[in-house]
């Protein structure tokens, strides 16, 4: 087997990846075939930290949208990011990876507090640490709180696992002539306004120096490949 290029990532993953075809709540089969990715991942030596989306039960922008206010709405989207990270920590734990749920807002019973020498203990310990409820401020983004807990962790990369193969000059699923790129700068993404991750988190990333890696999820053993550095998405620098 291939040595890993990474020894410690960040893995973001958007709430809608855990709903598969329904579009929304949370599809057992896909977040079964996820955690055996990620546990491929994980046996290869790869330390991993993941934060996940609530886009598939509740979206703050959206309900902000329609009036509610935005605060409220994002709120709302924090606590269903902890439901997200519930399901993903059962799913992994049933592949036999240890994994602890972080929150950014305390919810003692179910998961720990986030704090990052915890996080990063836990990490060294061979745990995966999945970190819920964003930055557990509102107006921020869960990219933006992959791009925080990434540079808060030591990661080396941030993965961000979504549904198309990479980033493409315009939506490849509209345009058949869309084109692929296989390496783009963070300007470059600002600067055409492409939708990987929003512009805060690609500031973030850019003024720290953090690579970004965008690839598709849906294909089984991508993670694998991702931090065995294969060539499968496209790489942000």
């Known amino acids: 087997m291939k040595e890993p290029v990474y020894k410690r990532i960040l893995l973001k993953l958007s709430g809608e990846a855990l709903a598969g075809k329904q579009g929304t709540g949370i599809n057992t089969a896909v977040i079964k075939q996820i955690a055996v990715d990620v546990a491929e991942a994980y046996k290869a030596g790869v330390q991993m930290g993941i934060v996940i989306g609530g886009g598939n039960i509740y979206r703050g922008v959206a309900a902000s949208a329609e009036g509610m206010d935005r605060a409220s709405a994002d709120y709302m989207g924090m606590l ?106 963070y300007i470059d993404v600002l600067n055409r306004g492409l939708q990987v991750m929003d512009s805060t988190a690609i500031s973030m990333c850019m003024d720290n120096k953090l690579p970004i890696i965008t690839f598709d999820l849906t294909q089984p053993g991508n993670i694998l490949k991702a931090v065995q550095g294969e060539n499968i998405g496209t790489l942000v620098h």
């Open 80 to 185: 269903a990011t902890c439901i997200n990270a519930l399901a993903l920590q059962d799913a992994l734990e049933k592949e036999g990876v240890p994994t602890r749920v972080q929150t950014a807002i305390e919810m003692a019973e179910i998961a720990e507090p986030y704090i990052r020498r915890k996080a990063i203990r836990h990490l060294e310990k061979e745990r995966i640490v999945i970190f819920g409820a964003g930055t557990g401020n509102p107006f921020f983004t869960t990219d933006t709180a992959a791009s925080l807990r990434a540079m808060e962790i030591g990661a080396q990369v941030i993965m961000k696992a979504t549904k198309v193969d990479g980033i493409y000059d315009k939506d490849p699923n509209k345009h058949s002539d869309a084109v692929k790129f296989e390496k783009i700068s």
